[in-house]
């Protein structure tokens, strides 16, 4: 059995400060360039904000036409853009903003073109041949400028980034220095009112100057605040503990002139602290691999999995699980397993069932008449015929009228799929069904409650196809399922 984490970075506020939301605006879109992809780069860039905690964000892709009453709502800017220029009134905004006392941070590739008055031509960036001489304050405001002659970086590698202003908020506490895995720009021309607070040696054996190079730097512009980052060429980059740690930091510091967020408590995150244990039980039938999709981004679940039997329903297990979901179809399951189980059920712990778990372990009728209520059969017993299945279908199944409030359903719509119908299978007078099949080749009951009076157990009959596995309303089934069976969702 193994632990599958879901993978997040995250920050740690400092303490037990509990400060109030700050609105974020990220401005992002275009490039002139065939790199820095925003579309990897600006959703990461929110995440790592909404992480803390701290903040509220919110993308704007589309940066032309953005006036005063479009930026009023913000506390602090996030520029994540190299493209066209915006108009004169949408950088006028954006400079009134900031000059009257809010805070922008600037990430890598704004540090050139057309802002400047260059233009991108024969592969490298030049004076503008229309005359532009670009944003006039836009050099103040980042407190730096570049000459088309001189915009380069070293070779893409991994190098120390170190705080040489350990005072100053955005630094005070960190450790001196952190990796950076980036180009190492060089030969940018700061102005007077840049404070460099974190700089690098850029390594002449990687094509460098030799010479200690700003990497992190900020700005009084007017009453506001200004980062200026250099790093952040790529999404590798940014996923860096340290860059993300100087980022959060430095939009907090751009947008308040304090920073109470502290460093990344981790690279990796789990799931958090409170999550619902979740043993996910698969084998003896095959599955799409985006099955394992349906846990990915769920903060709310820790799980682990389990290929057997022998390996799933070990002793004691409601001390380590709150919900068992089966995906599996084992024809056979030990005596001591089954205790195991059923003791985990008598104990209150959960159960869903989804798909081709129905036809699991056939000799067991507590099993199917008192806890899921429902059972296919693969070969007539018991006086009951065989069921029936096929692959390939279009159907519908939609909630139940009557049940449209329960908790599982909730944000739930009605499921066109593609997947495989079941039919002539038992079900129990003593299940509860919320949603149903409109299909002839399946039973009505598609998901219901199970008849135990001390578990919450649920079957989910969808889940055989990859499309159905990454439908977002049947991620949310699954999702409210487990919550509801754990009893946290009511």
Known sequence: MHLVPAVF??????????????????????????????????????????????????????????????????DVLVLNYNGPRWGGESERAVEAFVRGGKGMIAVHGVSYGRFFGMEFRDGRWVASSTGDSGWAAYAEMLGASWKPENIGHSVRHVFPVKWVDPNHPIARGLEPTFLANDELYHKLDLRPNARVIASAYSDPAMKGTGKDEPQIWTVNFGEGRVVHMTLGHDLAAMYQPGFVTAFVRGTEWAATGEVTIGPVSAAVRGPDKDAVRLLVVTGAHSYPLSFYTLFEGRRDIRWEHATSTTEAFRPKMAERYDVVLLHDMHQQIGEAERENLRAFIESGKGIVSVHHAIASYPDWRWWREEVLGGFYFIKPADGHRASEYKEGVDFVVKPVPAMARHPVLRGVPPLPIHDEVYRHMWHSEKITVLMEADHPLNDRPAVYLGPHAKSRVIYIQPGHSDSTMRHPGFRRLVHNAILWAARRLD
């Open 9 to 74: 970075l995250a920050l740690a506020l400092s303490g037990a400060i509990q400060a109030a939301t700050l609105r974020v605006l990220v401005i992002t879109g275009q490039t002139d360039l065939p790199y820095h992809d925003w579309r990897e780069t600006a959703p990461f860039l929110r995440r790592v904000l909404e992480d803390t905690g701290r903040f509220e964000v919110k993308l704007l892709e589309e940066p032309r036409g953005l006036t005063a009453a479009t930026l009023d709502p913000y």
